[in-house]
């Protein structure tokens, strides 16, 4: 049973963690077929040779896509007939970077570490499209399937997107998709709870090859992936390991390998994805002496835990508790993304029955003309320019969001109030579930402070980051001590918990 909990609660937490960025992905994907159309897309991504290749690289680290949502941008890339090259140079850079995760990075560790990162990969997208060009593209990888009928302007134009996107939302790409989340589910409730909290370490050569081994089939979203990677700069683990994860823990998933092994073959995937891996593995080992900036390495991390069984030797393991973690993981962004992927299931299902495609029909006749003059409000725009300007609409829409996602310290510091208090109380009665949940929310609040105050400031004050790191160490201390049992030791640390609070809430207060 406690099996059975912990890979239902991983399996569920990957698809929330998922949502948000692959509705993203369908929405791309659409605009890209309705809007852009084939040749338009093709000219946004340009031609052959190095050139489209770094285009591919900005577009990819523009868009607020994950390793899920990249692939029906990818496949509708393939469908406009984009060179394969160039697909595969988006793929090796979408996931990883966006605006929000560039930001959310420069707050985890030296700002020259995340950039060091950004370079690496915009030099492995762009290896990697080059190399699969010159060992492994066909002529026939980049055949266009050719142009549907362009959509009636207006409303008509949008509610293609909208059916579109429904459409792509109940084919293949959901099935690729469903590989990942249930293997990730799989993955991460079968390995025991905490096995991995001693790996990674900086003095082990060892550890950018096992999180290579972890990493490029199981799924993480964006900004958890930099979370992660925060641990890891905070815990003194191996920077090497930490660029693997970033690209290929964040880049891949066991989803999006089986559709490039679905698509081009799996006798060309997987020789090309093994050159990828070794070079990233050698610029892992290249970058981790010169890029550790740690004075000293902690003895463990939870970094990884999302990795591992939920459960400590089957204690809590039930579905109050399943459910009790699922709903943490659901915060702003969530509920919408995963009503948006409810009703775009639902609207794909419904249009699955339409097989004369009556409302393909209905969309692309355009209303009766009128030698009426038309109002600056009504004109009709070219489609290329009105999908352009959706796409940079995304990009708007990711640093909006990324306000959203990171509140202000007021109303941060409000959220932690509620849940310092709860984190507290359930230590004192003993109530070490709920304890170790609420530890674990203020955890990711002092993070989320500090992103917040950066975007907002454009710095973070030395002293008020090491006082948040402070608190974060003695919230690991506690909640090292309830997974241990040991009930007394948490109820004594609770005392320089709340002095480190104490000293971080004065820091950003006098920022303020």
């Known amino acids: 049973m406690e099996i059975f909990w912990s890979v239902l609660l991983r399996t569920g937490q990957t698809a929330i963690e998922a949502s948000s960025t692959l509705v993203v992905g369908f929405f791309v994907a659409a605009v890209m077929r309705v809007m852009l159309g084939a040749a338009g897309t093709r000219r946004l991504f340009g031609g052959e040779g190095l050139g489209g290749l770094f285009r591919a690289w900005v577009i990819g680290s523009l868009l607020p896509v994950c390793s899920f949502g990249v692939i029906p941008v990818a496949r509708e890339m393939r469908r406009a007939g984009v060179p394969s090259a160039t697909i595969l140079a988006f793929v090796l850079a979408a996931p990883q970077l966006n605006p929000l995760s560039f930001l959310y990075g420069l707050t985890l560790s030296e700002p020259v570490v995340i950039i060091c990162f950004v370079i690496a990969t915009m030099a492995l997208a762009i290896a990697g499209g080059e190399i699969w060009k010159r060992g492994f593209e066909r002529p026939a990888d980049t055949l266009p399937q050719g142009d549907e009928p362009t959509p009636a302007p207006g409303l008509k134009r949008l509610a293609s997107v909208f059916v579109a996107a429904s459409r792509e939302a109940v084919g293949p790409t959901m099935l690729y998709v469903l590989i990942g989340v249930v293997f990730t589910g799989l993955f991460a409730g079968l390995l025991p709870h905490g096995i991995l909290s001693t790996s990674m370490r900086h003095d082990d050569w060892s550890s950018p090859s096992l999180m290579a081994l972890i990493g490029l089939p199981a799924y993480s979203g964006v900004l958890p992936g930099m979370m992660r990677i925060g641990l890891i700069f905070e815990h003194g683990n191996s920077v090497g390991a930490g660029f693997v994860l970033f690209e290929l823990g964040v880049g891949f998933n066991l989803g999006l390998m089986v559709w490039l092994l679905a698509t081009f073959g799996w006798k060309r995937v997987l020789p090309w994805l093994a050159v990828m891996v070794v070079l990233v593995l050698g610029v892992a080992h290249a970058i981790e002496n010169p890029l550790y900036f740690a004075k000293e390495e902690a003895s463990h991390t939870h970094a990884f835990d999302a990795w591992t069984s939920p459960f400590a030797g089957g204690s809590g393991a039930n579905w109050e508790a399943v459910s009790g973690k699922l709903l943490q993981k ?183």
């Not at 959706?390 to 990324?402: E, I, M, N, Q």
């Not at 608190?471 to 709340?498: C, F, T």
């Open 330 to 512: 659901v915060e702003v962004l969530e509920p919408v993304a995963l009503a948006a992927l409810a009703l775009l299931a639902l609207a794909g299902g419904l249009a699955r029955f339409d097989r004369a495609k009556r409302i393909d029909g209905w969309l692309t006749v355009a209303p009766p003309t009128s030698d009426a003059p038309k109002s600056v409000w009504n004109r009709d725009v070219p489609g290329p320019v009105l999908g352009v300007v959706a796409l940079l609409g995304l990009v708007v829409f990711s640093v909006v969001a990324l306000y959203i996602y990171y509140p202000d310290q007021k109303q941060a510091f409000e959220e932690i109030v509620r849940v310092r208090a709860d984190a507290i109380t359930a230590v004192r009665t003993g109530h070490q579930e709920q304890a170790i949940r609420q530890i674990q929310h203020w955890d990711l609040l002092t993070r989320k402070v500090q992103v917040g105050v950066f975007i907002r400031t454009g710095s973070m004050d030395p002293e008020t980051s090491k006082a948040t790191e402070d608190l974060r160490e003695r919230l690991e201390d506690l909640r090292d001590a309830l997974l241990a049992d040991d009930l007394d030791r948490a109820k004594e640390l609770l005392a320089p918990v709340e002095e480190a609070y104490r000293k971080c809430r004065d820091c950003y207060q006098t920022g303020d």
